[in-house]
Structures are given as C-alpha cells and as structure tokens.
C-alpha cells in the first residue's frame, strides 16, 4: 500500500498536536463490537509473530506512563519486538539515529523493510511522540490494501492529505476509528496505553480477564485495574502461553 509522502509532513502540517486519551478531548470511539479483524484477513501476519505472544511493550523508569505520549523511538522498538524476520539488510541510515541507541536496530531494520520512513532531511527525530496520521500511515504499510473499503469521511482529513488513503484503511480494519465530534484527530499524538489498544487489536492478541484478575501478567504501580486499558497493557506487557477459542484466549499458566 503506497501511503505517500514522508511522515515528516505529517509535523509540519499538523505540528504534533495534543495526547489522545487523557490529553484533552474527548475520547476515540472503540472498535466495533464484530471483533478483531484476522492478522490474515488485513496481512499483517506477513510481517508480524501473530500465534507467538511475546511481550511488545515495555515500562518506562518510573511505570508504564499510559497516557503519556508514544514516541517514534518507541513505536519502533514496539513493531520491532513483533517483527517476524529481523535478519535484514540494514540500507539506509538517519542523521540523528547513532549506532549504540536503545532504537537503533529497531528503527534501521524497519526502515530497510519499508515499515518506517523518516521526516525529510535524513532525519527521523527518535524523541518526538508519534502522531495519529504517523501511525496510521506505520500501520498500514504492513496491512494490505483491501477492495470495496469502508470510507468514513472525517471532518479533519482532506481527501488530498498524504495520509489519506492511510486513515481509511486503518478505519476499514477498525484499528483507528476518530473521535465522537467527527474527527481523526490528525493534530493529536497516540498515548502508549491506545497503542497497546491498537496493536492487540491488529495482532488479534485477547487479554484473558480472568487469569490476569488472578494475579498473572506483569503489573505497573500506575496503571490501576480501574484504567480503561489495564488488560491491554498487561497483554502487551507479558509473555504468555496461550489459546485461543471461538474468540476468547485463555492464557496458557504454569
């Protein structure tokens, strides 16, 4: 799927914007209630460990900062975690991504696949959080394009936006659904607790409820039970057995 542009437009266009969930705003209307559309079914499965759940996410020193923004270093290391093939050529290089950086490896082996594009100038700006249309556009350079899309039309995102075709794919999956007002938010960035959202919802990974109530799964002192995304954050936090059964997974303990 050619998603245009580089994402450093994105920035400039949009000039980073503020956090989802928590960040003011109200918040993104969820997924619907069909259910996860198949990692086969969107293709992401070609590029992504799909039946091996590995954790993807890690905290930060001082917990797991759900509502604080996800920034571009981080959605490397993220996809990187779930990459399927890392042992590829490295081509291409960024001013300001050193050999030696926590996200270096991640960041220049997604790069020589194609998943992750810079922001002009040879740079790919590590620190900056990641916006909306950015992870849109990340996302589904994994995703195949699919025919007869379901088109929503948002009150921020022009037809000729770079993202575009980007935000409609990621709509048609129902990975990234807009805001109650009408909106993508396209000048808003994604928090780390919507991506661990998203990308359980991409790699069809089901937080098992009641093992976690339990007491299994890997915990942060401040991500409560009362958060909205608590088992998705320990889904995506934890390494588990599991198997999964008409829509339901049940974690596999020892």
């Known amino acids: 799927v050619h998603m245009g542009e580089e994402e450093g437009d994105s920035h ?3 000039g980073g914007g503020g956090g989802g969930i928590g960040g003011g705003g109200s918040e993104p209307v969820p997924p ?3 259910g996860p559309v198949s990692p086969s079914e969107s293709g992401v499965d070609r590029w992504l460990k799909i039946g091996d759940h590995t954790a993807y996410m890690n905290g930060r020193p001082d917990g797991f900062a759900p ?3 996800l920034t571009r270093a981080e959605a490397a290391m993220l996809f990187y975690a779930l ?11 960024f001013s300001d991504v050193q050999a030696g950086e926590w996200y270096a490896e991640a960041v220049l082996t997604l790069a020589s696949v194609g998943i992750l594009q810079g922001v002009g100038g040879g740079r790919f700006e590590p620190d ?18 699919a025919e ?14 770079w993202y575009y075709d980007a935000v409609q794919l990621a709509y048609h999956y129902g990975w990234m659904m807009g805001y109650p007002d009408g909106s993508f938010g396209v000048e808003r960035n994604i928090t780390r607790a919507e991506a661990a959202k998203l990308v359980n919802h991409m790699t069809f990974r089901l937080a098992d409820h009641q093992a976690i109530d339990q007491g299994e799964g890997v915990r942060f002192a401040d991500v409560s039970k009362a958060h909205w995304a608590f088992y998705e ?9 599991h198997e999964q059964v008409g829509g339901k997974e049940t974690w596999l303990t020892s």
């Open 12 to 14: 400039r266009q949009n």
């Open 32 to 34: 619907s209630d069909d």
């Open 83 to 93: 990459l399927k093939e890392k042992n590829v050529p490295v081509t291409g290089s």
């Open 67 to 69: 509502n604080e923004n």
């Open 148 to 161: 007869n899309k379901t088109v929503r039309e948002y009150t921020d995102v022009d037809s000729q936006a």
């Open 233 to 241: 954050i320990v889904e995506a936090a934890t390494t588990h057995g």
């Open 128 to 145: 900056r959080p990641i916006t909306r249309p950015e992870f849109a556009a990340l996302v589904c350079r994994m995703a195949k394009d």
